[in-house]
């Protein structure tokens, strides 16, 4: 089977930690509400840090761990939804930072799931391109940049932080499944500013009249919408990528899911027919960090111990888009 190893793992998260408490000093929301309706107790906050930055340091950590130069990373694919700038990428900016010279590097947005889809991606180019050895993912998210911190529906929910993967080609299995709903854009998203200009006459745009009126620059999203589509999301992408490999999805050792709710990993769990202690969960300490969330878990769960080498993973994701995916992969 044609193949990925995770050869080095990176993370990097802010030491501002903003605890329940501290929320409810400043919307109207409570520890309790919080900790029972999402599994959340605290998140982490950039304070000064910016996106590149700390994907830049999650990378040189996934690169120490694999014991490889900067020079010899190949691709680097970023998956962020909040940039530093339109323009450059992420990923060009991390290249310079890391000394990753001869690397092509493309940012990629799929919001939530986009780690998944960036080791999907990866494991594509390296099956395809023979010359190419390494591939690093980065993903790093400053979600504090787009959340409504009035918005008590939405502002207990996220967090920032930064985590990367080195991988190679091998003969492990591997199977994965991406997909997208855009018909469920309009359920969570979050505007560019909008400019003026000598030129315009329009007063509104048209996403501020159509299916994206509410919201400004700040995520919006209908949180119950997000929350049905997730309880669907994870367990179908999770079964039709072990269908492709007629895997028996009880032979999975552990699942990694997107850090969103725990009630939705909870939900995933009860229709995958899956125990609970066979999934990795952070959401406690570090809330939703977005595309940072799952390979903040892998890198957390590697390094305490509790994914060895052999372990057969499925990493499983659902975001912004609406978009889901899941790989499996043995570590
Ligand atoms: O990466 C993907 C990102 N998003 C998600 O995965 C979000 C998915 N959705 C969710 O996780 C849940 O829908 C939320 C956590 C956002 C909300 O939980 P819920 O159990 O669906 O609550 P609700 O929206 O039904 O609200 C119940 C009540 C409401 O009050 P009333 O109308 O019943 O009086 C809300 O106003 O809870 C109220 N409420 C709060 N109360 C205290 C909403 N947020 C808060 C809060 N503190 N922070």
Redesign the pocket.
């Known amino acids: 089977m044609f193949g990925i190893e995770i050869v080095g793992t990176g993370a990097y998260c802010p030491s501002l930690s903003v605890t329940n408490d501290d929320?409810a000093k400043v919307?109207?929301?409570?520890d309790e509400?919080?900790f029972s309706?999402?599994g959340i107790r605290s998140r982490r906050i950039a304070n000064g840090e910016a996106t590149w930055e700390m994907g830049a340091a999650a990378a040189e950590e996934a690169l120490r761990s694999a014991g490889i130069n900067g020079s010899e990373v190949g691709l680097i694919i970023d998956t962020t939804i909040t940039s530093d700038f339109s323009t450059p990428s992420m990923a060009c900016v991390i290249q310079s930072r890391i000394g990753a010279g001869n690397a092509a590097a493309f940012d990629l947005g799929a919001?939530?799931s986009g780690f998944v889809y960036g080791l999907d991606a990866a494991k594509r180019y390296l099956q395809t391109d023979p010359e190419l050895k390494y591939v690093l993912v980065v993903s790093n998210e400053k979600l504090s940049n787009i959340t409504d911190y009035s918005d008590?529906?939405?502002?207990?929910?996220?967090g920032d932080g930064a985590a990367a993967a080195v991988v190679t080609r091998s003969e492990k299995l591997y199977s994965s499944y991406i997909g997208a709903n855009g018909n469920g854009a309009k359920f969570?998203y979050a505007k560019n500013h909008k400019v003026l200009h000598p030129f315009r006459t329009a007063e509104t745009d048209s996403i501020e009249t159509g299916e994206f009126a509410n919201g400004s620059v700040f995520l919006f999203?209908d949180?119950?919408e997000?929350?049905k589509f997730?309880t669907k999301a994870l367990p179908s992408a999770a079964k039709k990528a072990a269908e492709k490999i007629n895997m028996d999805i009880n032979n999975i050792d552990w699942f990694i899911p997107?850090q969103?709710?725990i009630?939705?990993i909870e939900a995933a769990a009860k229709n995958l027919g899956v125990p609970m202690d066979k999934f990795v969960v952070n959401i406690k300490e570090h809330g939703?960090t977005?595309s940072a969330?799952i390979p903040i878990a892998l890198h957390e769960a590697i390094t305490s111990g509790q994914v060895k080498r052999g372990d057969k993973l499925c990493l499983v994701g659902?975001?912004?888009g609406l978009t889901l995916g899941a790989i499996i992969t043995e570590y």
């Open positions: 929320l919307v109207d929301t409570s509400w919080i309706r999402t919001a939530c008590r529906s939405s502002c207990i929910l996220f969570l999203q949180g119950k997000v929350y997730a997107h969103a709710n009630r939705i939703n977005s969330s659902f975001g912004a």
